[in-house]
């Protein structure tokens, strides 16, 4: 359901032209769980922000869903990123003056969801993420895990198809960070396409599909047998 | 997203920093409370001023000899003024709608009673005077309506003359001597104070064919004449114009009515009015560059926060109303407390100080609240605008 054909970004930095992303072919099917990995450099995030439409490549052709995502104008990916998207980030990027459950909410605000609907899938993923009792907290008095647990909250709420993760567990200790693997995992096994990009091989390995990244080309491709 | 939503999250926006909002807004305030307190002394200087000039009524219309025009050289016999006569101001009664004419001699002159004497106005009038200038004799009568041409040698005081020399006494019936002239004092006129400097009450009133004699003048200085209620100025003006003309030959005079008068220093007083309303709005432009700053820090120091937004799905417009509500409620909440200080000042120096004239015009107030939003507007567009067009992915990588 995502295709990716000879897709290249590039930036010009200081006068020097940065080849970021160049010839990438990729096909993801809906539900997969794949970790991204490559040396800093090599395109990862590129990659996301491509796959999450928050950047659109210089070249080549992205279809999300048999739409050519590359067509579409601002509005229109801001609209696909509220549907269809996930994003989990290393820094959580929750806003600071905002409680819990008032991050959470944040994006069905903006897609302009009912207030009543939005208190019900709200209290679902709170719930889901183990936050109830954190709900009117400020992301100040949150311990580290439940803030990239309130964000991954925040990122399921719209029940999107693809969650996008860069580096999600980046900024946590090893057994926050495993904890919040096992809940991205499990939300995959409820059928979210995962998509993780890590520096942490141990988390890597544990995707059933692992592509790596070099010179903005795929240099390895493992897909676990049977999975 | 709605207005609610909007409105929600401006709000912590707004509050999460409340001192910054608080400070930025006090700019706000205080230009407002400027332009509302500078305003409200303008208008009631302007109310104060026309209530001073209409006091003696609005529909009056005034004949001065001469006509008002600039010729490029002297046009010899053509240019000969024929003076205004106290016939002219009587044949001004036969038009329909005049009520009353008289004709007006001013000059200065020793006034002597039994005991003492002072050098005052004289002033030369008819005996319609009181209801042209709506001011009536306190004591005694007004001057009779004798034939203008013959009037007998009657006098009326001021308050002020009156006191001067006769103090508390009734002087009616009393004689006085004006520049040498016998006259006996039949009325003592109320109080009016001054009027733009001329102490009305330091008068002595007397008819107007005495008055040329007195003074040796050929004459009238201007003829006043009071038109009915509801008469257009303007048709009043045309008839003196043409009953004048009749009787002098050409037009030489000038006809300026009340209505005339009191329009051009309202809009003379308008302006100063606007001139005071700018100088207030010179601290409410002081405040919109606060705004601008701090939503122009906002904006830096929330671009991360930009980024998370775009990345949750928010349109470029959704990002522009949540910074543009920003500024305009900071603004707006500024405009209200300056609303309050303003007219609340206004209030206190009407109190403190009754002789200055205070009015707060409300539709003014009204335009500084809509104006200090449309300000908070105005300084937020260029952060917001900024904020709307980040790039998602650098505004991300902003921590």
Redesign the interface.
Known sequence: MIELAGVHRDFVVGGERVYALNGLDLVIDEGEYISIMGPSGSGKSTLLHILGLLDRPTQGLYRMDGVNMTDLNDEQRARVRGEKIGFVFQFFHLIPRLSAAENIELPLMLAGIAPGERGRRVEAVLAATGLTDRARHLPSQLSAGQRQRTAIARATVTEPTVLLADEPTGNLDRVTGAEVIKLLEGLNIQGITLILVTHDPEIGRRATRRIRLVDGRIAEDDREVGA | ??V??YLR?TW??V??LWLRSLLTGLGIAIGTAAVILLTSLGEGLNRFVLAEFSQFGTNIVAVNPGRQSTYGASIGIFGIVRPLTIEDAESLRRIPQIQASMGLIQGNAEVEAAHRSRRTTVLGVGSDMPRIFSFEPELGRFLPPDDPQVARPFAVLGSKIHHELFNEDVPLGEKIRIAGSRFRVVGVMESKGQILGFDMDDVVYIPTARALELFNREGLMEIDALYSEGASARDIAEAIGATLTARHGRRDFTITTQEEMLSTLGSVLDVLTFAVGALGGISLCVGAIGILTIMTIAVRERT??V??????????R?ILALFLGEAVVVAALGGATGLVLGAGGGQLLRLAVPALPVHTPWEFAAAALAVSSFIGLVAGALPAYRAAGLD??AA?RA?
Not at chain 2, 308 to 313: D, E, F, K, S
């Open positions: 997203m709605t609610a939503d999250l912590r926006s509050t999460a991360a926060e980024g998370l937004l775009r990345a949750l799905g928010a349109r470029r959704q998602p992915v991300l921590e």
